[in-house]
Nanobody, 114 residues
Framework: VQLVESGGGLVQAGGSLRLDCVVSGLWITSNDINWYRQAPSKQREMVATIDRVGMPLYADSVKGRFTISKDIANNTVYLQMNDLKPDDTAVYSC?????????WGPGTQVTVSS
């Protein structure tokens, strides 16, 4: 199983980025896929999750600004981030949690300047 994130970068406040999580070794239609973020000196927090049937859930801090979606044909999960704020600066990672195994990607850095 491999998860690979891309799409991070430096953006000004109010800008947008789209993060991609390409999944191999398991089907995104059979698993819930999560996006987490971790800022320096802060605990990792779940940002958004999309379940097997495509139902999304969001952290309160990103509701109305972030959208999680999936591309079944490419086995990829996206995180569209709009109206970015400096507090969104973090390393963003995608995750699949199974009963006996937790899978993580290496992460992608998102930096929002004020």
């Amino acid at each position: 199983v491999q998860l690979v994130e891309s799409g991070g970068g430096l953006v000004q406040a109010g800008g947008s980025l789209r993060l991609d999580c390409v999944v191999s070794g398991l089907w995104i239609t059979s698993n819930d896929i999560n996006w987490y973020r971790q800022a320096p000196s802060k605990q990792r927090e779940m940002v958004a999750t999309i379940d097997r049937v495509g139902m999304p859930l969001y952290a309160d801090s990103v509701k109305g600004r972030f959208t999680i979606s999936k591309d079944i044909a490419n086995n990829t999960v996206y995180l569209q981030m709009n109206d970015l704020k400096p507090d969104d600066t973090a390393v963003y990672s995608c995750n699949v949690r199974q009963i006996l195994q937790d899978y993580w990607g290496p992460g992608t850095q998102v930096t929002v300047s004020s």
